[in-house]
């Protein structure tokens, strides 16, 4: 389960890219905007902030994340899975931040979304793309290694697209897009800072499998190579991050 205490650790460094994503969105008055895996809420409200006539509305999976958010005129959350929602109604923006990539299929999620957009909407999203950085390797080596009885059937290929591959998708369906990458260098505080930020996301199903103290022993095996794999400098950790961006017109 999504722990929101522990997927804020980081908020500032996680909310940069959102804030990157958005300032591409050229809409000027949209009617509707939808934030599709929304997490607490705190970036919708960025949203609302942004187009303040807008009907904004926010959605994601983890009751826990919407039992955080925030409420606001024209703003509204809900329950809800990426792969099941419908609007109801055409889209003028749909935003999506650091969420498809734990959604099998999701290009043809975002298909359906660019069919929902009114004409001239937008649609937006950004997904980590360091699969192959050692945060993610190191973990799936132990996966298929020491923890494979337990944990070996959740290793998953790289589940995103580079920037071409979604670029060839959504402009085959007819969107003017502007598809990008950009790796961040994060310095991040304290002891064991890697190990802290994938405990909130990518480590994420593997812990919610084990027990107590299985849990413990695998962090401690994931923080040894951690530790090896980006050293702690005096001025922090180095942590460098790929990230996917996408913003596409109808």
Known sequence: MWDPAVYGRYAD????PFFELVARIAAE?????????CGTGELTAALARRWPEAFVHGFDSSPAMIGRAPAGDRLTFSVDDVTRWRPGRSVDVIVSNAVLQWVPGHRE???????ELAPGGWLAFQVP????????????????????????????????????????????????VDAWETTYLHVLPGDDAVLSWI????????????????????????????????????YGTVFPFR???VVARR
């Open 13 to 16: 460094e996680r909310a940069r």
């Open 109 to 115: 999620v975002l298909a359906r979304w660019a069919a």
């Open 129 to 176: 793309g360091n699969f192959d950085a050692p945060s993610h390797a190191l973990v799936r080596e132990l996966c298929l290694g020491a923890w494979r009885d337990r944990l070996g059937d959740l290793v998953r290929p790289a589940p995103v697209d580079d920037p071409a591959g979604y670029l060839d998708l959504l402009a085959g369906l007819g969107c003017r």
């Open 243 to 245: 990230r996917v961006f």
């Open 29 to 37: 008055r949209p009617g509707y905007v939808v934030d599709a895996g």
């Open 199 to 234: 405990t909130g996301t990518a480590l994420r199903p593997m812990l919610d499998r084990l027990e107590p103290g299985e849990a413990a022993d695998f962090l401690a095996d994931c923080g040894a190579l951690l530790r090896e794999a980006y050293p702690r400098r005096s």
